[in-house]
């Protein structure tokens, strides 16, 4: 039903939302998802790298091979008494 020209020069019809509005409601909300998503992904990321950066400084590079001490060489030896 046509209600004739609006001041504007369009003319108003009458129903519900139409398919433009719910397409643009649609892409709005996909548009925030994916970037609330990309944020976080970031987040994550930058996280990540700074702490790979910070931890490459304190790890030790001479681990060596493991020597027991004095007492607890004892406690090594089995069914001793």
Do not use: C
């Not at 019809?13 to 996909?30: R, V, W």
């Not at 020597?67 to 004892?74: A, E, I, K």
């Amino acid at each position: 039903m046509r209600l004739g020209p609006t001041s504007r020069g369009r003319e108003i019809t009458e129903g519900g939302p139409n398919l433009s509005s719910l397409l643009g409601a649609f892409i709005l909300s996909f548009t925030v998802l994916i970037v609330v998503v990309i944020g976080i992904l970031a987040a994550y990321g930058t996280v990540i790298a700074i702490l790979h950066a910070f931890a490459s400084q304190t790890q030790k590079t001479d681990a060596g091979t493991p020597v027991l001490v004095s007492n607890q060489t004892r406690a090594a030896h089995a069914g001793g008494d």
